[in-house]
């Protein structure tokens, strides 16, 4: 979904610019290089880390309509056929995976269907793909399996089918209730289609229901922005994740914004940053906590997010799809992201990979210590056992910095962002980076 502020290390910067990055990944993806796939075969060929959580991701790149602000690979042109070649090629791109040693035979903490819109998929699409990949890499036993869903694309049979599948986590796209602002960013659902089946999810029944919504839309104004938040906490969902609108290279707002030619407000960082503050507090009103820089959780409930978690604590992932990202045996690697090419190389029997990473255990332990600074807190004692490392004191310099700057503390043995530094943690990370990889472009 959309992410936060612009992630450039001690510049404050108040109007949202073109090339804002949502910080996923150390390093940056722009480090990645195709010479880099040379190391694929030998991370294959590692044996499983018994120790290690294993997920699956399936990119699922098919929408109704590209919104303006998207800027992943998706795919609007597509009909039943080609989907359904698509689907194969992937499905064999899991099949030949589950055959290596560094996966075979392991059975996945979660499983991940994100996209585009996992739910365009057509139930016939969805049973025959979902199949294929359970007799590959079988997760019965996986603790969650998350699907994205779109709320036009849904009828109550097809959640069913969803349910039926496995599903525990249905997150729903909502982004915002408010129609003139749905229709201004491109969303192909409006607030009629939110309202129908969220009747159906309810009865169909899932372990927990996500809310995904947008702070700063195109159009947003503090009117719309405030009824959004209502109408979510009347609904009660186990969860919220709220982000803040960011613009990358890649968008069709972006380029207008480059023109001169955007015609509805824009919110700057302040005001995206007050209406996501605005919301969690509205949140924690109606009984919800904080679960990370980005999410709220019914404090009735027990909601688990083990695919955030084990990614965020350096599991290995799986990705299959178009553009998917992948980290096995400490080797980032991304598919090719041309329709084309991949369906290609799936054809020929290929590898789809198009650029690697090899990681050293200080890139992996910085990856882990920002990605965790999103949760809020970070303990020192897991680093300490699974690097040998105090982050307290290899990071004392531009953690002083931070505190200075009244985005952290630093208790005794423990990293704690403050609201507002959880309010902006993107833009704060790139200070943990080390120097070859700060101002470098991020993908």
């Known amino acids: ?20 990055v949502f910080v996923s990944n150390y390093p940056p993806y722009s480090f990645w290089s195709e010479e880099a796939v040379a190391h694929l075969e030998t991370a294959l060929e590692s044996p499983p880390r018994p120790d290690t959580p294993f997920g699956l991701y399936l990119h699922i790149p098919f929408c109704r309509k590209r919104c303006k602000f998207c800027y992943f690979r998706v795919f609007t042109d597509k009909n039943f056929d080609e989907i359904g070649g698509y689907l194969e090629a992937m499905a064999g791109e ?31 699409q969805l049973g025959t793909l979902v199949e294929r990949l359970r007799a590959a890499i079988p997760w019965d036993e ?25 599903v525990t986590r249905l997150s729903l796209g909502i982004e915002n209730f408010d129609d003139d602002v749905l229709r201004e960013n491109g969303r192909a659902h409006l607030s009629k289609e939110i309202w129908r089946c969220l009747p ?40 919220v994740t709220i982000y803040q609108m960011e613009l990358p290279y890649n968008t069709r707002y972006s380029r207008r914004l480059i023109e001169g030619e955007l015609s509805a407000p824009l919110a700057d960082w302040p005001t995206k940053r007050a209406w996501q503050n605005q919301a969690f507090e ?3 009103r109606a009984g919800y906590r904080l679960s990370s820089a980005y999410t709220m959780v019914r404090g009735d409930r027990e909601c688990n997010f083990v695919y955030r978690d084990s990614v965020w604590r350096g599991c290995d ?9 992948s980290h096995l045996s400490g080797l980032h690697f991304q598919n090719v992201d041309g329709w084309g090419e991949y369906l290609a190389r799936a054809a020929a029997g290929e590898s789809p990979v198009g650029r690697a990473f090899a990681t050293t255990q200080r890139q992996r332990l910085i990856r882990e210590l920002i990605l965790q600074m999103k949760l809020g807190r970070v303990e020192a004692a897991p680093f300490r ?3 040998g490392s105090d982050i307290l004191e290899e990071f004392a310099a531009p953690l002083a910095r931070l505190e200075a700057r009244g985005m952290l503390e630093v208790e005794a043995d423990a990293i704690r962002l403050t609201r507002e530094g959880l309010l902006r943690v993107d833009t704060l990370l790139p200070e943990l980076y080390d120097d070859e990889h700060r101002n470098s472009r991020y993908t």
């Open 385 to 387: 056992a699974k690097f």
């Open 142 to 166: 996986a603790r969650e399996v998350t699907f994205e869903c779109e709320p036009g694309t849904l009828q109550k049979h097809k959640l069913e089918a969803i349910r039926d599948a496995g």
């Open 94 to 124: 899991v099949e030949t995976y589950a055959r290596r040693p560094a996966i075979a035979g392991r059975k996945p903490a979660f499983v991940y269907f994100g996209g585009g819109t996992p739910s365009y998929l057509s139930v016939k």
């Open 200 to 239: 159906w999810i309810e009865e169909v029944g899932f372990d927990q229901l996500n809310i995904d919504l947008i702070a700063g839309m195109v159009g947003e104004t503090d009117a719309t922005w405030r009824e959004t938040v209502a109408k979510t906490v009347d609904l009660a969902p186990d969860s």
């Open 1 to 20: 979904m959309i992410h936060s502020e612009p992630a450039t290390a001690g510049r404050e910067s108040r109007d949202t610019e073109v090339g804002s």
């Open 317 to 325: 992932l799986l990705g299959a799809g178009v553009a998917s990202f």
């Open 282 to 284: 509205a949140l924690a």
